[in-house]
């Protein structure tokens, strides 16, 4: 591996995975596709690296997104098997609530439009204004701007689901 890319490796690959993880929702497959990105960073040598590991990671994160449907589709159809289904094993009350706080997370980002959540997810991995506009094609004196709303809409988001939640648990 060049120096170059060597050290963006090991500034943002934990960057790239969380990025990845808020988009596929799996600690593991973030990971492999985090190493799927900087296998092709090598294989390409691009001219800027950091915001072109992040518009690979994306399109990765799309298309398994797109994957993850066509396998929903398939285990829908699946759901008549007589296959049994394995055990569940009560998990812990820190791994629920956890479960629980990631799930109203992932709820609530996906409520978003597909802008917000992206410019959302770039800036918590790190990327900086300039970096940002370019992988959403945003002017860069629009992305704070943009970037606030969104916060806003997120917060917006959660309180709503919240507040339902809130609702269900009191008429149950």
């Not at 394995?86 to 439009?113: F, I």
Request: aromatic letters at 6%; hydrophobic letters at 40%.
């Amino acid at each position: 591996m060049s120096d170059e890319l060597e050290k963006l490796y090991q500034s943002t690959y934990t960057a790239v995975v969380r990025f990845l993880y808020r988009k596929v929702w799996d600690a593991e497959r973030a990971e492999d596709l985090a190493q799927e990105v900087f296998v092709r960073a090598l294989a390409h040598r691009p001219e800027k690296p950091r915001a072109w590991v992040f518009a690979v990671a994306a399109n990765l994160a799309r298309d398994e997104a797109r994957a993850a449907v066509r396998r929903k589709r398939h285990l829908t159809l699946l759901k008549g098997d007589p296959i049994a289904q394995p055990a569940m094993t009560p998990a812990a009350d820190d791994t629920v609530e956890h479960d629980e706080q990631m799930a109203s997370v992932q709820e609530a980002l996906n409520t978003l439009t597909p802008r917000d959540r992206e410019i959302l997810l770039l800036w918590d991995a790190g990327l900086s204004y300039p970096e940002i506009a370019a992988q959403t094609g945003l002017a860069v004196g629009a992305v704070g701007t943009t970037l606030a709303r969104a916060r806003r809409r997120l917060v917006e988001a959660h309180d709503r689901q919240q507040r339902q939640t809130g609702d269900h648990a009191a008429h149950s």
